[in-house]
């Protein structure tokens, strides 16, 4: 029950600050985004954040538990893991083509702006994502209701799949989050520059 709403709540103040930081980015200066960007640079290259990254790529899908709620939340985890990893790859790949320099400073200048569409897609893609986070740790509490019943031969494979599940969405979560300020950032600085 708290990590449900523990999720929910991440989920929703999540939303909320995209949401007001959208609004905001309209009214900001080249200047004002470009701060903005350091902050988030300096987020993204954050000790939190590469641990974070670490486990994310040490996480791997466990082996079925025959308990078909925590089979489910493992196999929709496994998907919003392998999603997240990709946008994790993407989303730096946009940033140093919007602004002509990867995270780490290094200048790039014969790289192909992206599209205002490519960023909204991609925008959409982790908004989806966060939705699809929202709706899985909804789930939690019945998986751990039907571990609670299960016979004793699918307890433990079901308590190393449930624990698995919960790690990917307490990690996927904040990585996705991060993400979506970065390409918010992206499209207002796009949009700022008026070539887009």
């Not at 930081?21 to 954050?46: F, G, H, I, P, Y």
């Not at 995270?103 to 959409?124: M, Q, R």
């Amino acid at each position: 029950m708290f990590t449900k709403l523990f999720f929910k709540t991440a989920l929703c103040l999540g939303l909320i600050l995209v949401m007001q930081q959208n609004c905001l980015a309209q009214a900001k200066t080249k200047d004002e985004l470009k701060a903005e960007r350091e902050v988030l640079k300096s987020e993204m290259k954050s000790k939190d954040a590469e641990e974070r990254k670490a486990k994310l790529e040490k996480l791997s899908a466990p082996k079925t538990s025959g308990i078909s709620s925590v089979d489910g939340l493992a196999s929709n985890s496994t998907e919003m893991l392998t999603s997240t990893k990709e946008i994790n790859v993407l989303v730096p790949e946009m940033y140093k083509r919007t602004v002509g320099e990867s995270v780490d400073g290094v200048a790039d200048v014969t790289v192909k702006k992206p599209t205002l569409d490519e960023l909204n897609a991609l925008g959409l893609n982790i908004s989806k994502q966060i939705k699809t986070v929202s709706d899985a740790s909804a789930t939690v509490a019945t998986a751990s209701t039907d571990l609670k019943s299960a016979g004793m031969m699918q307890a433990p494979k079901g308590a190393k799949s449930l624990s698995y599940s919960k790690d990917v969405l307490a990690l996927v979560l904040p990585e996705l989050n991060l993400n979506l300020k970065v390409v918010n950032n992206l499209i207002s600085t796009l949009k700022s520059s008026g070539n887009y």
